[in-house]
């Protein structure tokens, strides 16, 4: 399991980057595509490692308050996330929301 930080502008050879200039994302040095949700919601989740996230809370994180939000809309971020990076990243706490898991960082 390689070892994950959220470092904005630099390297972190062997782990999980972006850079606050291009928007560029790397894992384990390779280029990753995400949408600026997705983006937006790995940084929430990653800032808060170890802590429960409320589906509200990371609704309002990723939606201004004209954006009409599918029931889903969270849930297909989340699966994208994981299939992009990790399985094992976020956990669902069912009921409550969701968390990066620290034993996997």
Same mark, same amino acid.
């Given at each position: 399991?390689? +070892?994950?930080?959220? !470092?904005?502008? $630099? ?7 972006? &850079?606050? $200039?291009?928007? @560029? #994302? ?5 280029? =990753?595509?995400? &949408? %600026?949700? @997705?983006?937006?919601?790995?940084? =929430?989740l990653?800032?808060?490692?170890? /802590?429960?996230?409320? %589906?509200? !809370? ?5 939606? &201004? ?5 599918? &029931?889903?809309?969270? @849930?297909? +971020?989340? $699966?994208?996330? %994981?299939? /992009?990076?990790d399985? /094992? ?10 968390? #990066?898991? /620290?034993?996997?960082l």
């Amino acid at each position: 399991m390689p +070892h994950i930080l959220l !470092s904005l502008g $630099h390297s972190c050879p062997g782990g999980f980057c972006t &850079s606050e $200039h291009g928007g @560029e #994302v790397l894992f384990n040095d390779l280029p =990753v595509n995400l &949408s %600026r949700r @997705e983006l937006n919601l790995l940084e =929430v989740l990653l800032q808060n490692q170890g /802590k429960v996230m409320s %589906r509200f !809370s990371l609704e309002q994180t990723l939606y &201004s308050w004209d954006d009409d939000i599918e &029931s889903n809309a969270l @849930e297909v +971020h989340i $699966h994208n996330l %994981r299939k /992009k990076i990790d399985k /094992k990243l976020i956990k669902t706490v069912r009921g409550v929301g969701y968390m #990066v898991v /620290k034993d996997e960082l």
